[in-house]
């Protein structure tokens, strides 16, 4: 595996920065998927990103005694795809090593996936995929989880997926969906799957609109109305940011009580 220089870092504008504060390292599997929202609450919260393009270079192994959280992304690949793309062989590795750590951890999307199998339980294709506004139904288990206590018992959010999973054995089962009942999991301690993509923010959403326009999003099954999409935007946010952006503001008070 390839390991090069130092992984970039991502700071948000105008934030001020806790310089003692440990970091919290984010794995990145493509250049069109970012950090979205999820780098204004990290910096609000006085944490630093550390961005880690994997599509670019792999480190030997990630800094455990100096990471206040890890974060895995999304990506158009799968989580079984180890043969074609090599750093998911060592990013199911290191999530696992986050879970046996107690480490704040947060998969999205492509990356709960991982964290799923990375646990011993099985991904594959979804009987049917979720693209667009969606709604989640929260689970009991959720009444009194750290990141989605006081919310529901129902939330719009955004997705954009063809795979699922099942749940990893002894993890809490916190939302499901009409289409995919495994939208929300805890493993361990503070280690959390969500299937559906918090830290979706209009330019991101324009980013992949466009690229699936153009053909180049390669997970985009036909039939997609990404105009039905971009005009439901603008009446969709403020309810999926209500509920999003509090379960990633959690997620980081989880990441500095750490750090």
């Not at 455990?64 to 793309?85: E, R, Y």
């Not at 997705?159 to 054995?169: I, M, R, S, Y």
């Not at 959403?205 to 997970?219: F, I, K, M, P, Y």
């Not at 985009?220 to 971009?230: K, L, M, W």
Request: glycine share 10%.
């Amino acid at each position: 595996m390839r390991s090069g220089r130092g992984p970039s870092i991502i700071i948000s504008d105008g934030a001020s920065i806790c310089h003692s504060m440990k970091p919290v390292l984010v794995l990145r599997h493509e250049p069109d998927v970012s950090l979205g929202s999820l780098a204004g609450v990290l910096a609000e919260a006085g944490l630093e990103a550390r961005q880690i393009d994997l599509f670019e270079r792999v480190p030997d192994d990630l800094p455990w005694d100096k990471s206040a959280g890890l974060i895995a992304l999304g990506g158009t690949m799968s989580a079984n795809d180890g043969c074609k793309f090599p750093f998911l062989v060592a990013e199911l590795r290191w999530l696992s090593e986050a879970v046996r750590r107690n480490l704040p951890t947060l998969g999205i999307c492509l990356g709960a996936q991982l964290l799923a199998k990375a646990l011993g339980a099985e991904v594959y294709r979804s009987p049917r995929s979720e693209i667009g506004w969606f709604q989640i139904e929260l689970l009991p288990g959720a009444a009194g989880d750290r990141l989605l206590s006081g919310r529901g018992p129902a939330e719009t959010v955004f997705h954009w997926h063809n795979d699922t999973f099942d749940l990893p054995a002894g993890a809490v089962h916190l939302a499901r969906s009409a289409a995919c009942p495994y939208q929300a999991f805890r493993a361990g301690v503070s280690a959390y799957g969500l299937q559906f993509h918090a830290e979706m923010q209009p330019e991101l959403l324009e980013t992949w609109l466009r690229a699936a326009e153009s053909g180049r999003s390669a997970n985009t099954p036909s039939g997609v109305d990404v105009a039905a999409i971009r005009s439901a935007a603008e009446a969709e946010f403020p309810a999926m940011n209500s509920f999003c952006r509090c379960v990633l503001r959690h997620f980081a008070e989880l990441c500095r009580e750490r750090g």
